[in-house]
């Protein structure tokens, strides 16, 4: 009876590895399945937020009233940012030196053009004697701006780290990558706010209008997700 019991304890104990076996090799699928749907996702939605932050600088550009800033603002700060995707980088294949050089040139034109539209959005007031900075969109705009340079010159550190011998390198990635999000929400918040203006309201209406209001809210969206991947997410999962 003992060889009986016996026999029956090995076959229960191999069916139960079998079964712990399957459930593996099942959830090895599943995760696998998981992270290239995850991939795919990440993949189509960095190229829409290419061809959003392209197609609405068009579209706005065409629309624009003389004196108004211009939009390449937004487009180039979502090109700049989105250069370090690893699924939707437009220079992925060159090495993380270049991009980040290529990172920082487009950030410094954002600022340029920022720069200019704020000269110009003055020049316009002064010209028809209204008072500036009187709307939440000139606000949020200006303090824009002023995040972006502040941001420029941050990243003169991370281009050149013997300039902070001691901050540690990933400290410094970190703290730019998250200054760097506000920042674009900051201009993000300006456009939408921008798309309430009387101009706006009365040059695109029903559809048209919430589809423009999309289009900062979808970037945004993108560019959150692939800074609190690379740098948040990962952070938060150090011990």
Not at 21 to 31: E, N
Not at 204 to 231: F, H, K
Request: positive net charge; aromatic residues 8%.
């Amino acid at each position: 009876m003992r060889g009986v019991d016996s026999g029956h304890s090995c076959q229960r104990l191999r069916c139960f590895q079998a079964v712990q076996l399957s459930a593996g090799l099942t959830m090895a699928l599943s995760v696998e399945t998981e992270s290239h749907i995850y991939r795919a996702l990440r993949t189509a939605s960095g190229a829409a937020a290419h061809l959003v932050a392209l197609g609405f600088t068009i579209f706005v550009a065409v629309l624009a009233r003389p004196g108004s800033n211009p939009r390449e603002f937004s487009f180039l700060m979502t090109e700049a940012l989105l250069m370090f995707s690893p699924e939707s980088s437009l220079l992925r294949s060159l090495s993380r030196k270049v991009r980040a050089r290529c990172h920082w040139a487009l950030q410094l034109l954002a600022l340029l053009c920022a720069l200019l539209g704020l000269g110009l959005v003055i020049l316009h007031k002064e010209q028809l004697g209204k008072a500036h900075l009187t709307t939440r969109h000139g606000q949020a705009g200006l303090l824009a701006v002023l995040w972006a340079g502040l941001q420029c010159s941050g990243g003169v550190g991370l281009l050149y780290p013997k300039l902070l011998p001691r901050w540690p390198l990933a400290k410094l990635k970190l703290y730019h990558a998250t200054s760097g999000l506000v920042g674009y929400l900051l201009g993000s918040a300006s456009l939408l706010l921008g798309m309430f203006s009387l101009w706006f309201t009365a040059t695109i209406t029903g559809g048209a209008w919430y589809l423009a209001a999309l289009c900062p809210i979808l970037t945004s969206l993108v560019i959150m997700n692939q800074v609190s991947n690379a740098y948040l997410y990962r952070k938060r999962m150090q011990p």
